[in-house]
């Protein structure tokens, strides 16, 4: 059961991970048509570099928790999902 998880795991999150950029594609181009329309000097800015490095920390904490349970490779696993989520709590959250 647990090497089911582990493989089908990836393809849940590529998918879920091609949605939210679809979604983020569209939202820029509307920006930039918008942006275009009011020629403003203006650029949005958010935190995603910020999001991604807290992301990997608790990314590596939460693997790190899980070693005795699924083996080491659960900490590479805790990164890369731990970045993934903070790009996009990152993305999503505008700088004032």
């Not at 950029?21 to 918008?34: L, P, Q, R, T």
């Not at 490095?53 to 990314?59: A, N, T, V």
């Amino acid at each position: 059961m647990i090497d089911f998880i582990f493989n089908i795991l990836p393809l849940v999150v590529v998918g879920i991970s091609m949605i939210i950029f679809i979604n983020n594609v569209k939202k820029k181009n509307e920006e930039n048509k918008a942006y275009e329309d009011k020629n403003e000097g203006s650029t949005k800015e958010n935190y995603m570099t910020m999001g991604m490095s807290l992301g990997m920390c608790f990314g590596v904490a939460i693997g790190s928790s899980f070693v005795n349970i699924f083996g080491p490779e659960s900490i590479s696993y805790g990164i890369c999902f731990g970045m993934l989520g903070g790009m996009i709590i990152g993305m999503n959250i505008e700088k004032k």
